[in-house]
Each structure stands twice: as structure tokens, then as C-alpha cells.
């Protein structure tokens, strides 16, 4: 099936520092979304997007969907405990009426 | 509040067992989907369904089934667990097939 790379696939940082994470393709989407999912829990939505360079905040959240359609990023300002876990993006690709296209997450580890 | 409910938190079952796990959305959403997720692999779409008694194959369909007698109700059945079907199951409603995805809590099943 189609493929999102998200990347990075995991990050070891400091509380208080930024995040980045990415998704790209090679198709183009009508939809990017943004999750994030606690350990043992389903994932729950952060960010949707659904325009061409729209760019999204959600208290230190930031998203923007790309220029060209095929990729979205998601930053985190100024990281705090709390915001451990695994970070998924998703699209619905243009040519297609179903489904998500997900990416493999990124898994977030906030070091003391 | 939106609600997606799963059946089971956990739950252990011995190979060749048939299992049902339970799915329940109480937002009126048309559509509703199984996953499973692994480790590394992100989520992996089993089946959906865009309507009562309307079903359709996800990427991985391969020794699953499903049932959708009521709207609110989707039912996933793995027909004789195996070992390889160890793994977090993670049912979903939207109101369209592109949109935001609300997700249950998750289903830790293990085979044994």
C-alpha cells in the first residue's frame, strides 16, 4: 500500500528543548493529521490540516501542511514531561474517497 | 464527550481460539475501522466498514473477519488465533473516511 516516512523514528531530548518531526510521500494528500498516543491508550488527535500551507497551532503545538501536498511537519515548543509518547501522522491521499495513510510514529523519551 | 469503547483492556486467549473483540462508538459516525499495531510498524488497517453490514479489506485482512449488524457495533473476529496475532488492536469512527478518526483505548490481546 501507500507509504508515509515519518520521521525521526524516535528522539532522546531535554525537557524544555524543540521538537521536529516530519512526514513525507511521494503522492499528494487532501488531509494531513496529526496524533499522539500515551502508552497503553489509543491514539488521540492533536492537529488537522487540510489546506495547502495551512499552518496550525495548538498551545505548543505547531503543524503546517505542506506547500506541495506531500508532507507535513509538526513542532513542539519548549517540551515538557508530559509530552512523552508516540507521535503518528496520518493524510488521505487525493485520488483516494477512504481511509488514513499512517506513518510508523516517532516515539518521544524526554531525558531527566 | 465523543466516545469509542473497546470491549477489553487486555485480554489472553490460547491458539486456535476463536476471539471477538468488541468496538462501540456512540457519535452516530458512519464509519469505523480495526487496526493493529506493532512495534516499529505503526498502524496497520485490518477492515472497515462505511455503513451497516458494509465491509471492506484493509492491508491486513489475512485471518481476520468482521461484523457490523448495528451502526454503533463493530465487531472484530480472528476465526483461530495464532501466536502472530499478538498484538495491541485499536478500533476507530470518523464521520467520513478522510476525517479525523476518534480511537478507543486499545486491546492488548496475547496469544499463547
Known amino acids: 500500500g501507500q507509504q508515509l516516512n515519518q520521521s525521526p523514528q524516535s528522539m532522546f531530548i531535554q525537557e524544555g528543548e524543540d521538537v521536529s518531526m516530519n512526514c513525507t510521500s511521494s503522492?499528494?494528500?487532501?488531509?494531513w493529521l496529526w496524533y499522539k498516543q500515551d502508552p497503553g491508550e489509543g491514539p488521540v488527535l492533536l492537529i488537522a490540516l487540510y489546506k495547502a500551507g495551512e499552518l496550525t497551532s495548538n498551545g505548543r503545538l505547531t503543524a503546517q501542511f505542506g506547500i506541495t501536498r506531500k508532507d507535513s511537519f509538526l513542532n513542539i515548543s519548549a517540551s515538557i514531561p508530559s509530552d512523552v509518547g508516540i507521535y503518528f501522522c496520518a493524510g488521505q491521499l487525493r485520488d483516494s474517497n477512504y481511509q488514513l495513510i499512517w506513518g510508523a510514529g516517532t516515539k518521544l523519551i524526554i531525558k531527566p | 464527550d465523543v466516545k469509542v469503547t473497546q470491549s477489553s483492556r487486555y485480554l489472553v486467549k490460547r491458539t486456535g481460539e476463536k476471539v471477538f473483540l468488541e468496538c462501540v462508538q456512540d457519535?452516530?459516525?458512519?464509519?469505523m475501522f480495526w487496526y493493529r499495531q506493532d512495534p516499529g510498524l505503526g498502524l496497520r488497517l485490518i477492515y472497515f466498514?462505511?455503513?451497516?453490514?458494509?465491509?471492506e479489506k484493509g492491508d491486513i485482512p489475512e485471518g481476520y473477519s468482521v461484523s457490523r449488524e448495528k451502526k454503533e457495533r463493530f465487531s472484530l473476529i480472528l476465526e483461530s488465533a495464532s501466536t502472530n496475532q499478538t498484538s495491541m488492536y485499536l478500533c476507530?469512527?470518523?464521520?467520513?473516511?478522510?476525517?479525523?478518526?476518534?480511537f478507543g483505548q486499545g486491546t492488548r490481546l496475547t496469544v499463547v
Open positions: 466498514s462505511y455503513d451497516v453490514k458494509m465491509k
Open positions: 457519535m452516530d459516525h458512519e464509519n
Open positions: 476507530a469512527s470518523s464521520l467520513s473516511p478522510g476525517r479525523q478518526a476518534f
Open positions: 503522492s499528494i494528500f487532501n488531509t
